[in-house]
């Protein structure tokens, strides 16, 4: 089924084998849309200990996020998994949402879709180098059909979003690895110099061709930028 290997047994609080099965098992909190890892969620009892098939196992035992397990416990959600370790989820209002079990079956057939394109690539004459570059940025880059272009995460902690860019500066390093907190002055320099020539050849072809304008020969087409750099384009 791809799944983890069901491990159980009969106790109070879940082991630490269990714990990590259980963590293998579910990858994340098993709360619909929530992609927070297992091994920063609590272990909740699908089926509340105590009652009937309250058991303390893996085979009702899950992974939920702090916030997703309160509201459980509070009954604001209720869940139930099955055999396959599915979750069904029903929310106060009614809705019902289903999380299916991780399936470790992906990782084996993206590998082989993924050998198959980097030996399809290299048969061709791309560089192995290249395919295997290829192959990995369409693995990171994988969206699932019809899911959105941009995904939770794209960010790296979506959970705690990073507040300080105002804080961040641009920090540059010398040739003795000495931070500079500028751009190093050489190299200032250099651009400025380049886009000070730059300029001028634009200034002396703008006069080249008003000169010979004057001179009633046949330019062509005016370039947009022969004349004024801040009146309207002619397009």
Known sequence: TGRCVDRSIQAYRFDKPMREQIMAADVFCRAPG???PASRSQLDHVQEYGTQGGHTCEANGQAACEPHHDQKTKKAWDAVIDANRDVTWTTLLGRVYRTK???YNQYTRLL???TAAIDEAIGEGVDPSTAVDAAIYQALSYRPPQGTLEADDDSLD???PFAGWDQVILTHTDNHGQRRYRPDPDTAQTEA???DATVDRQDDGARDAQD???DGEDTGPASPWNE?????PPF
Do not use: V
């Open 34 to 36: 929530c992609l927070r």
């Open 101 to 103: 079990a991780h399936d």
């Open 112 to 114: 082989t879709a993924a």
């Open 158 to 160: 979506w959970d705690s």
């Open 193 to 195: 110099s380049r886009h």
């Open 212 to 214: 010979e304008a004057r």
């Open 228 to 232: 004024d750099p801040d009146a309207t």
